[in-house]
């Protein structure tokens, strides 16, 4: 577990280095699982403008001298998972006094600075949908939170 946070917490460091910029980042000889299909033993996944560009078999492909290699012999990379009903960020609102409470917004109660979102993007959680209680008909409304990088 230790070392797929590292990993994690790795390329999400890469990714940082290679955002914005021009020129190609191919990492290499990981382990990669796909969204679709069969695991690559040893792949290669290629960023671009902090965009995956391209996933396959590294013992197939031909890199150009101008590509930025990054070796990641032993890792392991994959997908970011989407986590669809949490209460990550220690949110407040929904209570007993009635089954049915629209006006409660999340957005009005989450902390951004929770040791709990954190957990859960180093688990690899790449966006959450925070709810209020549960077990009511109508909790309020929720908040969806991605931990990815925008423009």
Do not use: W
Not at 17 to 30: E, L, P
Not at 44 to 57: C, E, F, R, S, Y
């Amino acid at each position: 577990m230790k070392k797929f946070l590292f990993v994690l917490l790795f390329l999400g460091g890469l990714s940082l280095c290679t955002f914005g910029q021009g020129r190609q980042t191919a990492f290499i000889n990981a382990r990669i699982i796909p969204i679709v299909g069969a695991p690559i033993e040893q792949g290669i996944l290629i960023v671009q403008n902090g965009k995956i560009t391209a996933v396959g078999d590294a013992r197939t492909v031909r890199l150009s001298s101008e590509v930025t290699i990054v070796d990641l012999k032993g890792k392991v990379i994959m997908p970011g998972f989407v986590d669809t009903h949490s209460h990550v960020g220690s949110p407040a609102g929904a209570d007993s006094t009635a089954p049915i409470q629209p006006d409660v917004r999340i957005l009005d109660s989450v902390n951004p600075r929770a040791l709990s979102l954190q957990r859960a993007q180093a688990g690899g959680i790449t966006t959450v949908n925070v709810m209020p209680g549960s077990g009511h008909l109508d909790s309020g409304q929720t908040l969806y939170l991605s931990f990815g990088m925008r423009r």
